[in-house]
């Protein structure tokens, strides 16, 4: 009993450690917000609102015991970058149904498995993935809804440029997109131009737009507006030659994906093979790697070929997917 209080206690931790480090922010991201600083500073007395922005968006409404749950948990830093995510995602769900439900399917996943394959490490593994799940559905959510923005931004950006040329003002053409636009893009310009009708500037609103969806092709969009306000000239033609960097770099990363596909199919079938042979051998023939769950030896062959494998699947992730444009 001590050591399955042990375990889980383990296994806990090193759940609360890998989600810190998944939610944590990137190089780039903290890069690109130096950037958007230094603007912002040459910008004047209009940062406050940019800079509470996030805090205004993560605002959450108290709801009975998960609402209080919420507001307690928010004090921390890794939980505010979930928040982040799951309104990146447009999910319904809280912080707190999030972390109880990852508890929640760690414990019940920890109980089956100890039952049928007694063996700490490998029990600790699968309730760890189990546990992971919500934070993987909701960053699946996020990223489908980020690149189907991506998707249609460059056409959004070009009705814009479009609407300028015809002689509407910044709010009327963002008015127009926002009813001609595709989803989600249309939904966003139309919470752009809501927010400036109740009396919200330009830059605080495209700065909370960026906090919604952490593009890069987005924020090349937003700084190319935000320098254009500071320093005059033609905003239809930065729009033109900004439309033309975004399709030229999705082009580009069109064709890394089409030369790396191999690659990665190589990499999920080497990562997947070793745990679906095990599991159909032994579904053939019952008891055929006992010896690995019963002897010392092989429970350490075991944690040995599941560390080979986690590092095996990390360095062949990074050389796929190590290519940025």
Known sequence: MALLILSFIAMLSITFVLIISMTRRSA???????????????????ITLAV?????????????????LDEILLQFKPVRNLSLRIMQANSS????A?????????????????????????????????CLLPYWIISFKRSRRINSFNAVLADTIDMLA?????????????EMVSENA???????????????NLGLPLRDALLQLLD???????????????????TGGNLAE??????????????????IRVQTAQGRLTGWILSALPVVMFVLINLVNPGYSSILLTEPIGRKMIYISIGMLSVGTYIIHRIVNGIEV
């Open 28 to 46: 780039m991201d903290k890069t690109i917000d130096k950037r958007m600083d230094l603007i912002h500073a040459s910008m004047g007395d209009g």
């Open 52 to 68: 509470g922005s996030q805090q205004f968006l993560l605002a959450t409404k108290r709801a009975g015991t998960l609402g209080l």
């Open 93 to 96: 769900t809280s912080v707190s």
């Open 98 to 130: 999030v972390i109880l439900s990852s508890l929640g399917l760690a414990i019940v996943v920890y109980a089956v498995t100890w039952f049928f394959v007694p063996v700490a490490l490998v029990d600790s593994g699968a309730a760890i993935a189990s």
């Open 162 to 174: 479009r609407a300028l040329r015809a002689g509407y003002s910044m709010s009327g053409s963002i």
């Open 182 to 196: 595709q989803e989600p893009a249309g939904t966003e310009f139309k919470e752009i131009f809501r927010q400036q």
């Open 212 to 230: 919604r969806f952490p593009s890069l092709d987005l924020r090349v969009l937003v700084t190319a507006i935000l320098v254009q306000k500071d």
């Open 238 to 255: 930065i729009l033109d030659r900004t439309v033309f960097v975004i399709r030229d770099r999705l082009r580009i990363q069109g064709e």
